[in-house]
């Protein structure tokens, strides 16, 4: 099962954590909150697999986001 772990607020923040995540080897998806999906500054959210929200969460506070 998926879970969020960032709540990103334009697709830049979204894209840039998808990579750091993705450096790390964890699996990461992005999935944007609006329906308009043309609009680059609506909110994201960062899902990580279950099993791995752990290692996310200290991924994300290590690059101090």
Do not use: C
Not at 19 to 29: A, C, D, F, Q, Y
Not at 33 to 52: G, Q
Request: proline share 3%.
């Amino acid at each position: 099962m998926w879970t969020v772990v960032y709540m990103a607020q334009t697709k830049e923040i979204a894209t840039n954590m998808q990579e750091l995540l993705s450096n790390e080897g964890i699996l990461v998806k992005l999935r944007p909150i609006s329906k308009n999906r043309e609009n680059n500054d609506d909110y994201f959210e960062v899902l990580v697999p279950e099993a791995e929200v752990e290692e996310a969460h200290s991924v994300i506070i290590e690059k101090g986001y």
